[in-house]
């Protein structure tokens, strides 16, 4: 192990205090990361209601302990540094709106974590649709196995009922539009890992899916049976160092998927 040399350019995986090992520190961008000079981007995570709220059940200590806040704030600082780090991209603080906010309207992307606890209302239904249909992009994240498939595509479906949701897999431009990937990873959520597997509930193969606008642009990105969350929230971990191969390729595709939205 050691630390990368500062005059060679690094990968969306290293940051102040995380220690690369070589084949992954070998792995740079294939575009120059000031490409993107002019941009600007916020990571804004989505607070939603879930099946627990609509019962009036839901009682936490916490923010943190409610789905929609799952590998938060660590999650959103540590992506938020490394796009800086790696691109000329203009980046703000991250923040937490709904979908009722006014302020949805002032951010080309947003995430929503654990999707299989999503329970939308009417009103966050439209706003949603078109803010999608608008040029936004959103990416789900954090969710597992034919259940908790069934329950994420019950909610898009009140979205979007008459449009199909899509593989997109390489050579899609999305594997190549920073870092180039040859195949959509599969990051263990940290509780995996250490049970020595990379999937959980049943969701043994990971996918990238998506929803297409007419022009064919994914406005929905939807990461499934796979943990990029856990991947950028536990990369400064350094009691776990077997895990910094999954937070590489965690970084390289969520960086790959905020520039893809940035650009088209």
């Known amino acids: 192990m050691f630390r990368l040399p500062t005059a060679l350019r690094v990968t969306a995986a290293m940051a102040v205090g ?3 090992t070589a084949e992954v520190a070998a792995q740079i961008p294939v575009i120059d990361g000031t490409k993107f000079a002019g941009l600007k981007w916020t990571f804004a995570r989505i607070k939603y209601g879930s099946f627990e709220d609509t019962d009036g059940g839901a009682s936490r200590l916490a923010y ?3 789905p929609w806040a799952i590998d938060a704030p660590a999650a959103e600082q540590n992506l938020s540094r490394r796009i800086k780090s790696v691109t000329a991209i203009e980046v703000g603080d991250p923040i937490v709106i709904t979908l009722e906010d006014q ?3 002032e951010h080309p992307w947003i995430y929503i974590v654990e999707p299989s606890n999503l ?3 009417d ?6 649709r078109q803010f999608l249909l608008r040029g936004g992009t959103l990416t789900f994240d954090d969710f597992h196995g034919p259940y908790e498939w069934e329950l994420f595509e019950r909610q898009i479906k009140r979205v979007f009922p008459d449009r199909e949701i899509v593989e997109i897999a390489p050579p899609h431009p999305i594997y190549s539009c ?6 959509y990873p599969q990051i263990p959520g940290l509780g995996s890992f250490l049970q020595g597997r990379t999937w959980e509930k049943g969701g043994f193969t990971a996918h990238l899916r998506g929803i297409l606008d007419d022009k064919g642009r994914p406005m929905v990105l ?7 969350g856990d991947g950028v ?5 350094a009691e776990y160092p077997g895990y910094i191969k999954w937070t590489a390729q965690a970084y390289q595709m969520l960086i790959n998927e905020v520039i893809y939205s940035l650009t088209h």
């Open 222 to 228: 939807v990461n499934w049976n796979t943990d990029m």
């Open 103 to 105: 302020k949805l309207w």
């Open 178 to 183: 920073f870092y180039k990937l040859d195949k």
């Open 123 to 128: 009103i966050e239904v439209t706003n949603l």
């Open 64 to 66: 943190w302990d409610e």
């Open 119 to 121: 329970v939308l209302k």
């Open 233 to 237: 929230e536990w990369s400064n971990a």
């Open 18 to 20: 995380v220690w690369l």
